[in-house]
């Protein structure tokens, strides 16, 4: 993972989207936790003062892991008299991340703060019991007693473009677990001499075709977001990337479909590599608010006055 990381925080844009696609493609849980190292970075870098971003900068210099937790157990973790109480679940990344921050509240009081989380005696592995994402070294992480450090005002973890703004990067993760899948895929056909088969091809073909399609959609979506489009037109950047987010989950189903079929029952076993990738690509894909993240692009792009013209080309 440090290996994985190393630089990254100095990849532009495009760079970004590419090497979080390149990761995907090879391992979903490594990219799972780059992502969250890289959102991390860009919490402290946009919301921090400058003591924090200091601290980042020499911390990234000693290869410090980071992580963003936001999932809540019940009751949610909550700051009293300056000591956290409660767990946060689906937390990845527990005993290689150095340093996570966690979300406190919600809404318009919601706060962040960066903790150590490097302590095992917090880390509960045995409550990730999924089925995919095994590697992600993900369960919950308990808050008890901690005294973290703020970052950033009330409520700045949502402000746009830095929160939904930001789900293209993991567009860029599921595309590339997608194409990972479609490699896997072709190379048990090519074992089996099967690769040129009409019926594989008329089921994988068009998965095919629609990644590479929607590859420079999350680009301009990577773009636009971290870029003084997205400064200006924050809603916009926010819309232009859940809307990647969506497609590459779609795209990510179809391509698990068709590898089922093609592939058969062979990628059932549970030691099976192509399985394994698409019971990981399966759970990655299943992120939270899909459908208020759906009603949120379509109402943008088809209520407005201007029509759908008006998002296929860039504002200036």
């Not at 090879?26 to 970075?41: C, F, K, P, Q, T």
């Not at 677990?177 to 073909?205: F, K, N, P, S």
């Not at 698990?256 to 990981?280: C, N, P, Q």
């Not at 299943?286 to 208020?292: P, W």
Request: negative net charge.
């Amino acid at each position: 993972m440090r290996d994985a990381a190393a630089g990254i925080d100095a990849c532009a844009p495009r760079a970004l989207a590419r090497r979080l696609r390149d990761t995907g493609k090879i391992d979903l849980s490594l990219a799972r936790l780059l992502e969250g190292h890289v959102n991390a970075i860009h919490l402290i870098d946009v919301h921090g003062d400058d003591h924090a971003r200091l601290r980042l900068r020499a911390d990234l210099d000693a290869g410090v892991l980071y992580g963003v937790w936001g999932a809540d157990a019940t009751p949610p973790v909550c700051v009293r008299e300056g000591q956290m109480h409660g767990v946060k679940c689906f937390a990845s990344g527990l005993g290689v991340v150095d340093r996570a921050i966690v979300t406190v509240g919600r809404g318009e009081t919601q706060r962040l703060y960066v903790v150590d989380a490097t302590d095992p005696a917090r880390h509960d592995l045995a409550a990730w019991n999924m089925s995919g994402m095994q590697a992600s070294r993900s369960g919950r992480f308990d808050c008890g007693g901690l005294r973290g450090e703020p970052l950033g005002p009330l409520g700045c973890y949502t402000a746009e473009p830095h929160f939904v703004g930001g789900t293209w990067r993991i567009a860029a993760v599921a595309l590339g677990g997608a194409v990972g899948l479609l490699d896997r895929c072709a190379d048990v056909l090519r074992a089996r001499d099967q690769i040129g088969a009409e019926a594989h091809m008329l089921r994988l073909a068009p998965v095919a075709l629609r990644i590479v399609s929607a590859w420079p959609a999350i680009l301009r979506a990577a773009q636009i977001s971290t870029g003084p489009e997205g400064a200006s037109h924050p809603d916009r950047a926010a819309v232009l990337s859940v809307s990647m987010r969506l497609l590459s989950e779609e795209l990510g189903q179809d391509c698990i479909r068709a590898a089922e079929r093609s592939v058969g029952l062979s990628m059932f076993a549970d030691d099976d590599t192509t399985g394994r990738h698409a019971r990981d690509l399966a759970c990655y894909l299943r992120q939270a608010r899909r459908d208020a993240f759906l009603l949120q692009a379509g109402s943008a792009m088809l209520e407005g006055a201007g029509g759908m013209s008006e998002w296929l080309d860039d504002h200036d």
